[in-house]
């Protein structure tokens, strides 16, 4: 596969694995491996770790060779996100952040105006900002102009396994952005992020997907092979979608078998 | 002095920095991965030895975990 360029830096996986919901570690660092992903997202809370008391995440995704990737998940606040992207770069020595600004505890979806506000911020302070967003191709935009390094529009909320909802408006969004677009929020399997890489994403975000399948290392490399198929679909070129029938066999040369029964 | 450290009030000696908090969690000051905002701001891993509590301080000590 062709590589992902993010804010000048090259990668050579179109998946990054977002880290919420394994069982534990060692699930996470062998669904990594399957994914062959570079990036994980991580987020931050305060210690001791209440859900995995046991081991440090951080010493787990650098044993597998994948990067960190923090997000603001949680944040409410352009201040919130703002000043957790500092603690982040504080831990972890990253300028890149993936904000997350919620405006609603149910359908987790972003908070339009504190997200642009904590962007532009983070722009500003020389952070590799990757937004979580709507789906709304002017969102996008505004994003964008304020010098995010990607935009990653939600194909359904967060966890919903809807897969995308407007691949209408991701299509927009694709169409008119400067920057990759990474579908984040609401694969459910492994055609879900196929679909998205046909349609023009440049990566999927993909957690849940993964973290909560039956078995996730086994849909880790689903997922996987799912953006490698549409990336390369994509790059191949579907043909048009046609109202009727379209006879790939030519019917020249065909034999007349139809003998009229006075003939015989 | 009393502060807040992670949502708890903990009892700390006048004088106490950022490191003494992290003692109190049992975090190594070397730990990887961990940050510290106090009264909101962050204080720099550089300045944990010499960045002074005041009484009625608020501490997050924060990590990585599982999420997004």
């Known amino acids: 596969m062709d590589p992902l360029i993010i804010a000048g830096r090259e990668l050579r996986s179109r998946l990054i694995l977002g880290s919420g919901g394994f069982d534990n570690h060692e699930l996470l660092a062998a669904a990594c491996r399957e994914a062959e992903a570079e990036i994980c997202t991580v987020a931050l809370r305060r210690l001791p770790d209440p859900t995995h008391p046991r081991g440090s995440i951080v010493d787990v995704l650098d044993e597998v060779g994948v990067e960190v990737l923090p997000n603001t998940a949680g944040c409410f606040t352009a201040r919130d996100a703002v000043t957790t992207a500092h603690l982040a770069r504080e831990a972890f020595g990253t300028d890149w952040i993936k904000l997350e600004v919620i405006g609603d505890d149910r359908t987790l979806l972003p908070d339009a105006v504190e997200l642009v506000a904590a962007a532009e911020e983070l722009v500003d302070e020389g952070f590799t900002v990757l937004p979580y967003t709507t789906d709304d191709p002017v969102l996008a935009r505004r994003l964008e102009d304020v010098g995010c390094a990607a935009v990653m529009p939600l194909g359904s909320p967060i966890g919903s396994g809807m897969g995308m909802c407007n691949p209408y408006n991701l299509s927009i969004i694709i169409e008119r952005a400067r920057v990759p677009v990474v579908l984040d929020a609401g694969v459910g399997t492994a055609s879900d992020a196929a679909l998205a890489l046909e349609l023009g994403c440049d990566a999927v975000l993909c957690a849940s997907a993964i973290s909560r399948a039956h078995d996730p290392v086994a849909m880790a490399r689903a997922v996987r092979l799912g953006i490698e198929a549409g990336r390369l679909a994509r790059g191949a070129g579907r043909i048009p979608r046609r109202r009727y029938a379209e006879a790939s066999t030519s019917m020249a040369g065909m034999p007349a078998l139809d003998v009229p029964a006075a003939a015989e | ?68």
């Open chain 2, 1 to 68: 002095m009393r502060v807040t450290v992670n949502g708890e009030e903990r009892e700390l000696q006048a004088g106490a920095t950022v490191v003494s908090v992290l003692e109190l969690l049992d975090v190594a000051p070397a730990a990887r991965g961990v940050a510290v905002a106090l009264d909101g701001e962050v204080v720099s891993r550089a300045r944990w030895s010499q960045a002074q509590l005041r009484d009625g301080a608020l501490v997050e000590v924060v990590s990585a975990i599982q999420g997004g």
